[in-house]
């Protein structure tokens, strides 16, 4: 388990003042990797503190870093951070305290370093965000009980959870090419749905809606036919985003038996850009959800011993949403989902664990979802199947109502750390906004 | 449709002698394109003549290309063909015609080419292939209406085809990082089973299987939310290998419910090393399968029009089992699966474009598989589940029986396609044979 550090001190301020700001997302506790690009030009890696980033190649060309740290701050300025992410946590970690250095408002060098600001940051609000890997593979988890159980009642399955859901973290292969970071629309798909008088018509999806999920990029990873166990899991979990796998319900009810949802989910999944690294993430461990009386006890090769029960994550998450007609009359977005990471049912090191038990080999950037971190309470319902089952519409506070997301329709995913006598941070945000169907080509 | 041309020529001969024999999978007809190299050198892009290969980069700078021909063969020569692939048919059939010109005994040139031949020929014999392209997606299929049916009746589900069989083609998104090479072993999965008595025990596979499968490597390609229509699909077609989707049963059948196989299926995937081009198998196109009276029609998305009622090929697709008993008595493998690609429920063409319908960006090099290629008769069963049905065991020529692979055993996929008036052509050979499992890391 990662230990606490100087890079987590409380104490610790930035002589850029934008990262010293109370609920800012990017203080420098935090120090996410992603990739940014001028418009029209090459994508290069950054790292965000406050409302700036720290441009990795120019940092590299000024001689800011030595050693082990510049060998990884070279990956960190890269187009796509696959490199740095099979360098592993150690190097990230390396990585982390020299950058922490340079960016500290208590450091010998601090007013050198600040005169810098100028040549090594770039305002955030100038540049543009790109997926910050090579996504090789997208694996979706179903691992929130709360979900799971509300979409079976929605549509009379029995029993509430699966048999096999407390056994194994339950997951698929989702489609890795239409992995896409915040911002970017979303076209409406068309597909096929069965009708209530079981005709079946192909046409734009009528129920789109939204999954909000947390995400971990896998570090070095495992030869094929090589497990992982789980005390080695925590290796290969490099970095954690936000996750909205947009989800056309007609389409996934239809297709999904026998095989599993398949262009339900690959019409496009958003993510947030930064990708805040697990040594950032420390000081929110939490422990893993207690089984409620009478579950099963994980098998032996996916139980957490003593050393490693702090397998959860403190994390809120928050989904928003802004219609078209918000926008127009300049309103707020309304927060239509509240929920805690902490109410997964399976740990990330036991899905990681899981996925690699057959020898199925995890590579450097794979991207793991862990399903729809949905919690107990209403508050906590983290899709508008579970809110609506389709049929009850919720109401905003401009009166609208939606049972499912319409034409127009952004939807903003929000998550952010935070713990009494540490410094919160964030994930920033993961935006999409949902354009029209296509006319299917003539 | 592809039209036939002077390379399908059944008059035309290779002035290399191997190439012309009666049952050669490579005469000059075929000319597949693949990815080999010297032992611990560095791959190289080639096409299989004969007992032999064409080395693209040694061609290439013997000057034997101009044009548009060259522009290919350049991108043949690479490590991996995926820019050949997005270069699409028209550039690959130009490439072709070039090839067949270079190796075919009655150029005008032949003489000079043949003397050439210790520069630009490897003897298949002495190197190794490897994957023909780096594949950023695998999405398997499951179009057999007999290997359905079976596999329904065979655990008790009704109706036996599932309600959507008839109206899409059923796919889900497989591992892609998992597959590989023909002769490659395949280590045992570790996995999860619900036993007969209702515990759950995690530990070897106990129900090893192969799937006989057509796969097809997709050429350019669409762009995120722009799907491709049925008779834009042969663009992207770009050519056609054997897969064996290993299977572990015991693990999909408790995995596999709500969400569809994973582990079961991304242990490994084999395909065959040389990839058959669209234009190759243009002479053995057929019709597609005529849908039993009462069927529905396809939706007009997925409907053949008169021009494009071909959507079939006649394939002979065969599955082959050596034991370790009959590898030590030397007897040869035993056939235990005879089949044709004609049975598929649905075409190529469908597929793809059902896949890209919702928007889903299908990319160069991405492959696709048709799912389990069984026909109507038992010796077109083509895995041992539809054979065994997990408890009446198959007879080999040796005495010995299967109910599901043992450690040891080696499956040998062949595929051939022949017609009258044409020149067969094959696919080389897919072999994989079954490690025993690891022991679970202490």
Redesign the interface.
């Known amino acids: 388990m990662t230990e606490l550090n100087a890079t987590h001190d409380p104490d610790r301020q930035s002589w850029l003042e934008s990262a010293n700001e109370p609920d800012c997302d990017f203080p420098i506790q935090n120090l996410p990797h992603g990739v940014f690009c001028w418009p029209g030009e090459a994508p290069r890696g950054g790292v965000a503190i406050g409302d700036a980033i720290l441009d990795m190649a120019t940092a590299v060309e000024a001689g800011l870093f030595a050693g082990i740290p510049a060998e990884a701050a070279r990956a960190a300025a890269e187009p796509s951070l696959n490199r740095l992410m099979a360098m592993g946590n150690g190097a990230a970690s390396a990585l982390r305290a020299r950058i922490s250095d340079i960016l500290r408002a208590d450091h010998p060098d601090a007013a050198r370093f600040a005169a810098m600001a100028q040549r090594i940051l770039v305002p955030m609000e100038d540049v543009e965000m790109r997926l910050p890997a090579g996504i090789?593979?997208f694996t979706d988890f179903?691992t929130s009980s709360y979900h799971t159980e509300r979409g079976r009642r929605a549509r009379g399955e029995e029993p509430a959870l699966?048999?096999?859901f407390q056994?194994?973290p339950?997951?698929?292969?989702?489609?890795?090419?239409?992995v896409?970071v915040s911002g970017e629309a979303v076209?409406r798909?068309?597909?096929?749905r069965?009708r209530a008088d079981g005709t079946?018509?192909?046409g734009p999806c009528e129920g789109q809606d939204f999954e909000l999920e947390l995400g971990i990029f896998v570090g070095p990873g495992n030869m094929?036919?090589?497990?992982i166990?789980l005390r080695a899991a925590p290796e290969h979990i490099w970095g954690f985003c936000l996750v909205n796998d947009w989800s056309?319900r007609d389409?996934q009810r239809?297709?999904?038996?026998?095989?599993?949802?398949?262009?339900?989910k690959?019409?496009?999944t958003s993510i947030s850009p930064w990708v805040v690294t697990a040594e950032a993430l420390a000081p929110f461990r939490a422990p893993a959800l207690v089984r409620p009386a009478g579950d099963?006890a994980p098998?032996?090769?996916l139980a957490h011993d003593q050393d490693q029960r702090l397998g959860g994550f403190d994390i809120d998450l928050e989904a928003w949403l802004l219609t078209p007609d918000m926008a127009a009359s300049e309103e707020e977005p309304a927060r239509i989902t509240r929920t805690n990471f902490r109410h997964m049912y399976w740990t990330l090191g036991q899905m990681l664990t899981?996925?690699a038990?057959?020898?199925?080999?995890?590579?450097p950037g794979?991207l793991i979802a862990s399903g729809t971190a949905s919690g107990p309470t209403d508050e906590s319902r983290a899709c508008m199947a579970e809110m609506t089952r389709g049929r009850d519409p919720i109401t905003l506070p401009n009166g609208e109502t939606r049972i499912w997301l319409q034409d127009g329709d952004e939807v903003i995913l929000r998550g952010r750390a935070h713990r009494r006598g540490h410094v919160g941070i964030g994930f920033g945000e993961c935006r999409g906004r949902i354009d029209p169907a296509?006319a299917?080509?003539a």
């Open positions: 090789g593979a179903f699966p048999p096999n056994y194994l339950i997951a698929y292969n989702s489609r890795a090419s239409s896409r076209r798909p068309n597909g096929q069965q079946v018509a192909f094929l036919g090589e497990p166990p056309a389409i239809w297709e999904s038996t026998p095989l599993g949802p398949f262009l339900s690959s019409l496009s099963p098998l032996p090769h899981h996925h038990s057959n020898g199925c080999n995890l590579q794979d296509l299917w080509p």
